[in-house]
């Protein structure tokens, strides 16, 4: 069986990420930090500070957005539940909902969701309701914020800008923006990671250990 240990050291490199990949995030009613509380993403806007692992309060430079209609979603785009306390004491402090794709701060790595899901306390349930809506937080920087108290990703520029539906806003706010792929605050890993079982195990609540 993987081992925590094991895990951890296997963590130092990072794995490549899919250039063009979607770049989903946090689904509607997610709660973030900012200079004012937390705030329900959807109604964050441009230049509202939000609170962040390494650069303290930031201003939003811009919010993509994405919907998708849940029969059509699939595995790629359907939302990964952490459930309370999945992360570590207290954290998230409540159901947290991101795409597969998104990165979550563990212990000194960014992990993509769908590569922690573990069955119990991490999963893919079937969604319900009329459309899966993600909004992405463009702090300039890549750098982490807090989701419902969970360290977790903002977006960082990787030839995905246009998957996002609103990106014609951000062209228009932004004439003549060239693409680059910008350095992470962290390094990330995938599900194609060979340390990401161990990750995974040690996630995974002691008794569903006991019982694989």
Partial sequence: M???GNASRSFS???SYTAGAFATCFLRGTLILTARGEVPVEQLRAGDLV????GGLRPIRWIGTQRFHPRFAGPTNTPIRFAPGSLGRGVPSADLFVSPGHAMLVGEVLAHAGALVNGTTITQPAFHGDSIDYFHLDLGPHDCVLANSAWAESY???QNRNSFHNAADFHARFPGHEPQRQAT?????TAAHPGIDGLRWMLTPLAARRAA
């Fill in 2 to 4: 993987p081992t925590g």
């Fill in 13 to 15: 490199d990072q794995v």
């Fill in 51 to 54: 609170a962040t692992k390494f």
């Fill in 156 to 158: 960082f520029e990787d």
């Fill in 185 to 189: 605050c962290l390094p990330i890993v």
